[in-house]
């Protein structure tokens, strides 16, 4: 029998360790974002049953992991309006 495949279709648009800054006020399924947040990527979950894929973040200074949650009937190219990358000295 083959394995079941539990990953998503698309890859993550994040790099794991790279810091993030929320470009502006937003609502997530399961966290509220605030502009100008920064936020360093951890990892990503797979919901088979749901189809909804979290980004996982922590943010400095807390041990709180912050979660973004995509549906899979939607573009994940939204990202780039709600975050963007930035070199860790400029996060500081």
Same mark, same amino acid.
């Given at each position: 029998?083959?394995?079941?495949?539990?990953?998503?279709?698309?890859?993550?648009?994040?790099?794991?360790?790279?810091?993030?800054?929320?470009?502006?006020?937003?609502?997530?399924?399961?966290?509220?974002?605030?502009?100008?947040?920064?936020?360093?990527?951890?990892?990503?979950?797979?919901?088979?049953? #749901?189809?909804? !894929?979290?980004?996982?973040?922590?943010?400095?200074? !807390?041990?709180?992991?912050?979660?973004?949650?995509? #549906?899979?009937?939607?573009?994940?190219?939204?990202?780039?309006?709600?975050?963007?990358?930035?070199?860790?000295?400029?996060?500081?």
């Amino acid at each position: 029998m083959k394995p079941v495949e539990i990953r998503p279709w698309r890859k993550s648009p994040f790099g794991r360790g790279r810091h993030y800054r929320v470009r502006h006020d937003f609502k997530a399924l399961r966290d509220s974002f605030k502009a100008g947040e920064i936020l360093i990527f951890d990892k990503d979950a797979y919901s088979l049953y #749901h189809g909804y !894929t979290g980004y996982f973040f922590s943010q400095p200074g !807390t041990e709180e992991l912050r979660a973004w949650d995509i #549906h899979d009937d939607e573009q994940l190219d939204i990202w780039r309006g709600l975050f963007e990358e930035v070199d860790e000295k400029s996060a500081a």
